[in-house]
């Protein structure tokens, strides 16, 4: 039996958890902006759709510290961002590319 095509390429989770206040999180750290960004970013690039790259909310991944996080599916690489160039590094370098971004890797 064949395994069948998965219907996205990338599935992106970024991580947009609110704590309470004093709490880490990553959305203290801009995350759902960020993906907002990265969201239309791909859109822009046509990046977008089936058999190419979803870009999605997620609660809490249990990370915070390493915050902000999201995690590329199905290779399963976690990554931190701090600003768009980040998020446009990985886009461009994982996403289109297929290159992990170690400097942004989160063990």
């Known amino acids: 039996m ?12 970024f991580c947009c958890n609110q ?6 999180c990553c959305n203290n750290a801009g995350a759902s902006e960020l993906r907002a960004y990265a969201k239309d970013r ?10 190419k ?3 999605n909310q997620a ?8 915050g902000p996080v999201m995690v590329v ?4 690489v976690w990554y931190t961002f701090i600003d ?5 590094e990985i886009i461009h370098e994982h996403l289109q ?11």
Request: hydrophobic residues 25%; aromatic residues 6%.
């Open 19 to 24: 704590r309470g206040p004093g709490e880490t």
């Open 97 to 107: 590319q297929g290159r992990i971004v170690e400097r942004l890797r989160v063990e």
């Open 2 to 13: 064949s395994t069948p095509e998965p219907f996205f390429r990338h599935h992106v989770f």
């Open 53 to 55: 790259v979803r870009i």
């Open 59 to 66: 609660g809490c991944l249990d990370r915070c510290d390493s």
């Open 84 to 88: 768009r160039e980040d998020v446009d």
């Open 73 to 76: 599916y199905p290779e399963g």
């Open 42 to 51: 791909v859109k822009a690039l046509g990046l977008n759709g089936q058999g």
